[in-house]
């Protein structure tokens, strides 16, 4: 294992104190509990928190600031948070107009959110949560009862995000993260494993010729292990996957989404979107707004995954406006 760090049990707090100290103006962290704050927390809004294991940066850490969250809570490496860290977290930056978990549906993610959310209801702080399951790959995993939630998880906190700073209240941003959830799908593949600090090796094995489609960002499995095929005949699979679950019609306006899973060369990004547009295209389906990079990762994997968002005026505003994090930023 060649990875760059000092002692393995130190890697997400390290990784943490280099967030906030290269973003300061953005993020602070708890003094107590392993949690990032927005720096200017709390304000007089609906607090948007999410959390989850580490490994998959900048998911979600690095979307910790104006228009996007409030509060992130990183376990260890693909490791569920803590319920004690999400509830300090959210006294921390709650401002007493309640608090929104958007939570990856992963049975450790939405048993200690929910642990969490009652302590703060017994409180007397309004608490509602949204559980993220956009993953059409498989319907039960190695972690899950139901469907993951992956890439649809970064398009949600930032539309969430946005209405929230606009004074959206916790019926609305709750109606509206549940909204995005309802329309919109994902797909990933690896080309290679990732290793987990802790371990030392990889978590699967893949041969040279090989690819996983399906794959959890975990490592977990997909649909179907293969042989590798043209970057162009992957995407169909994939693409075919998500279009037809929705469904996607003709006419039908999209949020393009190709997310790099941590080992992706930003040009086989673009080549992969290059054709997946030919796809919707072919499809008569529209890509009203993009996203191409490195979002939600699995450490070091080589692979992909596509996400598309069914999108309508509404949608638009809000992912339109303005976000200033550490990982997404435009419009200030």
């Not at 300090?88 to 608090?99: D, R």
Request: hydrophobic share 45%; aromatic share 6%.
């Amino acid at each position: 294992m060649k990875k760059l760090l000092n002692k393995i049990d130190d890697v997400v707090v390290e990784s943490l104190a280099g967030l906030a100290a290269s973003h300061p103006t953005l993020v602070r962290l708890h003094p107590s509990v392993k949690a990032v704050l927005r720096a200017d927390a709390p304000r007089v809004k609906v607090a948007v928190i999410s959390g989850g294991g580490s490994g998959h940066e900048p998911l979600h850490g690095g979307y910790v600031g104006y228009g996007m969250l409030d509060a992130a809570c990183p376990g260890e490496v693909f490791t569920s948070p803590t319920p004690d860290q999400m509830y300090e977290a959210a006294k921390a930056v709650e401002g007493g107009k309640g608090v929104l978990f958007i939570v990856k549906n992963y049975t450790g993610d939405v048993m200690n959110f929910q642990m969490a959310a009652d302590m703060l209801a017994g409180e007397g702080v309004n608490v509602a949560q949204v559980v993220i399951d956009d993953d059409v790959a498989v319907q039960d995993s190695l972690y899950t009862a139901g469907r993951r939630g992956v890439g649809g998880t970064v398009l949600a906190e930032k539309i969430v995000g946005a209405k929230a700073e606009a004074g959206g209240s916790l019926e609305e941003v709750k109606a509206l993260c549940e909204k995005v959830n309802s329309r919109v799908r994902s797909m990933g593949m690896a080309l290679t494993p990732c290793t987990v600090p802790a371990a030392g090796k990889p978590t699967f094995s893949l041969a040279e010729d090989e690819m996983e489609i399906g794959i959890g960002i975990h490592g977990e499995p997909g649909r179907e292990r293969m042989k590798l095929k043209p970057a162009g005949q992957i995407v169909e699979m994939m693409a075919k996957a998500i279009v037809d679950d929705l469904p996607f019609k003709p006419g039908d306006e999209v949020l393009a989404f190709v997310n790099g899973m941590g080992g992706t060369p930003q040009m086989e990004l673009f080549l992969v979107f290059n054709d997946l547009a030919a796809y919707l295209r072919d499809r008569g389906l529209v890509i009203a707004r993009s996203l191409v990079g490195n979002y939600i990762t699995s450490l070091e994997m080589q692979g992909f995954s596509i996400t598309l968002l069914k999108l309508d005026e509404e949608l638009k505003v809000l992912w339109d406006a303005p976000v200033e994090t550490a990982g997404l930023r435009w419009g200030r």
